[in-house]
Nanobody
Framework: VQLVESGGGLVQPGGSLRLSCAAS????????MSWYRQAPGKGRELVAR????????NYADSVKGRFTISRANAKNTVYLQMNSLKPEDTAVYYC??????????WGQGTQVTVSS
């Protein structure tokens, strides 16, 4: 099983990034997919989640209206479009898969830094 995140980097406040998480080794379309983040000195927090059925989405209050999670089952990929980025969005962003058997898999993370 692999979850490979990409798309992180350095961006100025107000800018945008799109993160990708490419999955392999499990039935992607049956898995609920989430993005988490962890800022220095803080715990890991849920950013956004998309269900395996009907693509129902949920967001942390801090990112509502700015971030959009989506999935492309044909590509085994989940995305996180991040707009209007703020310095407080700086963190390592992780992809999480929860399969139909409740097995969880984490990616290795991608760094997002928002700074002028």
């Amino acid at each position: 099983v692999q979850l490979v995140e990409s798309g992180g980097g350095l961006v100025q406040p107000g800018g945008s990034l799109r993160l990708s998480c490419a999955a392999s080794g499990f039935t992607f379309r049956s898995a609920a997919m989430s993005w988490y983040r962890q800022a220095p000195g803080k715990g890991r927090e849920l950013v956004a989640r998309v269900s395996s059925v009907s693509d129902i989405t949920n967001y942390a209050d801090s990112v509502k209206g700015r971030f959009t999670i989506s999935r492309a089952n044909a590509k085994n990929t989940v995305y996180l479009q991040m707009n209007s980025l703020k310095p407080e969005d700086t963190a390592v962003y992780y992809c999480l898969a929860i399969t139909s058997t409740s097995t969880t898999y984490w990616g290795q993370g991608t760094q997002v830094t928002v700074s002028s």
